[in-house]
């Protein structure tokens, strides 16, 4: 089992930035991805940016140029640093560790970013 605790979301105006946390403890083993999805209201979760345990990122088109996804393995923590927010980047944003060889996947409570004057 994984446990993922997610922090740093809140509300913020448009432009502004935020940084969220997501700390994954328990069985963290082998090649593995961390990443954030977002869903917001009456919408499907999508992928906003994912970090394997090498270091290769992917993010999603939406965000390219303003999120920039970090992590630190020693800590098993993942980073999302989030500028130039805009009010459709209003969503939960959820944690998701993954062990791809195995097919486990988990999942974070989330954290709710608003973006708003």
């Known amino acids: 089992q994984v446990q993922l605790v997610e922090s740093g979301g809140g509300l913020v105006q448009p432009g502004g930035s935020l940084r969220l946390s997501c700390a994954a403890s328990g069985s963290i083993f082998g090649i593995n991805v961390m990443g954030w999805y977002r869903q917001a209201p009456g919408k499907q979760r999508e992928l906003v940016a994912l970090?394997?345990?090498?270091?290769?990122?992917n993010y999603a088109d939406s965000v390219k140029g303003r999120f920039t996804i970090s992590r630190d393995n020693a800590k098993n923590t993942v980073y999302l640093q989030m500028n130039s927010l805009k009010p459709e980047d209003t969503a939960v944003y959820y944690c998701?560790?993954?062990?791809?060889?195995?097919?486990?996947?988990?999942w974070g409570k989330g954290t709710l970013v608003t973006v708003s004057s």
């Open positions: 998701k560790f993954a062990i791809p060889a195995y097919g486990m996947n988990y």
């Open positions: 970090i394997a345990s090498a270091g290769s990122t």
